[in-house]
């Protein structure tokens, strides 16, 4: 079964960037990808998605211009570009993935079927 483990995250100020990356532990082939965070006392949310059929991508509202999906060229590797970043950003932020699942419910984490550890993100004031 395909493994992902996300890395990238780390302590950062308003403002500032992070690179989030999630590589998987082999080859595999995905519905949706997506990134989906939770911070402390919240349930996990949706971040955002990439079909990796057409390519197409999805936002949440609240990183709307300011967060970017991609996946590259070989398709086992997600990344999330995080700027202009907020203390309200601040959450562990994990990868997952529809390996099993074919659901247009890009946005809901019970659509996806295989999920990375998590990797922090802290966004200081």
């Known amino acids: 079964q395909v493994q992902l483990v996300e890395s990238g995250g780390g302590l950062v100020q308003a403002g500032d960037s992070l690179r989030l990356s999630c590589a998987a532990s082999?080859?595999?082939?995905?519905?949706?990808m997506g990134w989906f965070r939770q911070a402390p006392g919240k349930e996990r949310s949706f971040v955002a998605a990439?079909?990796?059929?057409?390519?197409?991508?999805f936002y949440a509202d609240s990183v709307k211009g300011r967060f970017t999906i991609s996946r590259d060229s070989a398709g086992n590797t997600l990344y999330l570009e995080l700027n202009s970043l907020k203390s309200e950003d601040t959450a562990v932020y994990y990868c997952a993935a529809q390996v099993i699942y074919v659901s247009t419910a890009y946005s809901q984490k019970d659509e996806y079927d295989t999920w990375g550890q998590g990797t922090q993100v802290t966004v200081s004031p």
């Open positions: 990439i079909n990796c059929v057409d390519g197409n991508t």
């Open positions: 082999e080859g595999f082939n995905a519905y949706h």
